[in-house]
């Protein structure tokens, strides 16, 4: 029975994260039709109190921004085209379902039944497939009639149009749904861009790392010496191939900046996790034992141990810990902190040790 109990745990453990987990229903033939989408289909509505609006600029929005990733845009049925892109704008949004438990319904954006106000659901058809991503997108009000009184803006289904067309403008839409269809190089194109603000920069690569996109592991390298980038990549480092732990275990020992040092732990953490790997577990003791380690970096690397439970871990995990509790300082939050990680890594490596 312990061993039954022990095999569930370790594939939950090793199950993929909410950020791509939704990928696992497509199927081989889905998958490679998605990989290669080149021309889309944008169909948009406007739905207001007072009837459907003109949907055109709404449309021409998203045409444009997709069309900065490389797609060709197309708004004529009649043309051919490899998905169509469905964009429903409503001043009272009417709740169409949200997505199933786990992946897109975890995330901030995912369809909400509760939110009746304006909002733009984001949905896309592959052939004539009804994908289950789905993305909503909201204005910072609920009540469009309020708030246009308040602004003094007229009618208040087109004021509601107004702010939907400019949360558009902002949204990652383009990001997320080339991530959706698994075309990392139009990400990587972006991300060299010179005109690619740095926020967004930090929004392909972690994308690319959600991805599991290993081609990109190049160029999140060169990301490494851009101390705005670093730590994102990093991060996404931490779900690529195995190739990737020498130079995170180098920038953990050697970097003079204490949060790329935490980051690279906690993508040591992440690979060894995904891919069974112990051989990342020497180095991070190495670093746990060192008296100088800073207590933020420490954090990481307790928490990383207890991501690939191994019985090497177990003692220094137990000294550490009896350190830190003859500590009494409540008002030290990170030491509230590295205890936490401490705790729960001895659990997960003794708890490992028992059933093994």
Not at 27 to 52: R, S
Not at 96 to 125: F, N
Not at 240 to 265: H, W, Y
Request: some cysteine; aromatic content about 6%.
């Amino acid at each position: 029975m312990r061993v039954f109990l022990l095999s569930i745990i370790c594939a939950l453990a090793l199950l993929p994260g909410p950020s791509w987990a939704y990928r696992d229903y497509f199927t081989t033939d889905q998958k490679a039709q998605l990989a290669k989408i080149q021309t889309v289909l944008v169909d948009a509505i406007a739905l207001t109190d007072q009837g459907a609006m003109d949907a055109g600029p709404m449309a021409n929005i998203v045409a444009r921004r997709l069309g900065e990733l490389g797609y060709t845009i197309v708004q004529d049925r009649t043309k051919p085209h490899d998905a169509v892109f469905k964009v429903k704008c409503e001043q009272r949004k009417t709740w169409e379902g949200t997505t199933q438990a786990g992946g897109d319904a975890d995330l901030p954006d995912a369809p909400s039944r509760l939110w009746k106000g304006p909002a733009c659901q984001l949905t896309y058809l592959l052939g004539d497939l009804k994908i289950k991503w789905q993305r909503e997108l909201h204005t910072s009000f609920e009540d469009a009639v309020t708030a246009a009184q308040s602004a003094q803006a007229g009618e208040p289904g087109a004021y509601a149009m107004v702010k939907l067309q400019e949360g558009l403008e902002k949204y990652e839409f383009p990001l997320l749904l080339t991530a959706e269809w698994g075309q990392p190089d139009r990400l990587l194109k972006l991300l060299d861009a010179a005109d690619t603000s740095q926020a967004r920069k930090v929004k392909i690569i972690s994308l690319l790392g959600e991805m599991q996109a290993d081609e990109a592991l190049p160029r999140l390298k060169q990301a490494l010496q851009d101390r705005d980038l670093a730590k994102q990549a990093l991060a996404a480092m931490g779900n690529l191939g195995r190739e990737g732990i020498p130079l995170l275990i180098e920038i953990m020992n050697t970097s003079p900046d204490l949060e790329v040092q935490a980051a690279a732990a906690k993508g040591l953490g992440q690979l060894g996790g995904l891919h069974g790997d112990a051989s990342v577990v020497s180095p991070l003791l190495t670093k746990l034992k060192d008296q100088k380690t800073d207590w933020s970096v420490l954090t990481e690397v307790a928490w990383a141990l207890g991501k690939i439970p191994d019985k090497r871990s177990i003692q220094p995990l137990y000294e550490l810990d009896r350190k830190l509790q003859a500590m009494r300082d409540p008002e030290n939050v990170q030491l509230k902190k590295l205890k936490e990680a401490v705790f729960w890594s001895i659990k997960q490596c003794d708890t490992w040790d028992q059933f093994s």
